[in-house]
């Protein structure tokens, strides 16, 4: 599995409710979703630090001074778009070739078709969020399906 589908997977399993008024997930489902979610978590925050330095690395003295600049004249102005833009250029092909990494570490993130049911009762009218797009309930556990459920 690559980083991008680990953090695909990581975006839609933190959204599974465990509990949803009277109806709860059982003990040992509710921990294998948690030890899921927390060795995701593990990796995803990884990659934002490991981004985070990287973005620190490329952006040059040159252009932080000219970020912080208030009244930059036209010259000024066009540096700055230029360091700017090849900053982000780099930034972006970052993401491109970390994003297609191999994650050695292996996750057991299978869930049964019985574990999916359960899942299912407990979030059938769950709505939800995911990186500011709002996703139907229906269309959540079709996700959490096809990214989890293997028969």
């Known amino acids: 599995m690559v980083l991008n589908d ?10 599974i409710l465990l509990k949803d008024g ?9 921990v294998k979703i948690m030890r899921i979610r927390i060795a ?17 690395q490329i952006v040059s003295d040159e252009l932080r001074e000219l970020a912080n600049k208030q009244d ?3 010259e000024e102005t066009e540096r700055f778009n230029e360091l700017n ?7 972006q092909e ?9 994650i050695t570490d292996a996750i057991d993130d299978s869930l ?13 009218s769950n709505d939800v969020e995911i990186n500011g797009n709002k996703i139907k309930a229906a269309d ?6 096809d990214l989890f459920v293997k028969e």
């Open 112 to 124: 049964t078709m019985e574990e999916y049911s359960d899942i299912l009762d407990i979030n059938s």
């Open 140 to 145: 959540l556990m079709e996700a959490i399906y």
């Open 72 to 74: 930059r004249t036209s």
């Open 94 to 102: 970052y993401l491109i070739q970390k994003g297609n990494e191999e």
């Open 40 to 56: 995701y978590n593990k990796i995803k925050k990884q990659f934002d630090e490991d981004a985070q330095e990287f973005s620190k």
């Open 6 to 15: 680990l953090l695909t997977k990581q975006n839609v399993i933190t959204k």
């Open 85 to 91: 833009s090849k900053a982000n250029s780099e930034y």
């Open 22 to 30: 009277d109806k709860e997930l059982s003990k040992e489902l509710k």
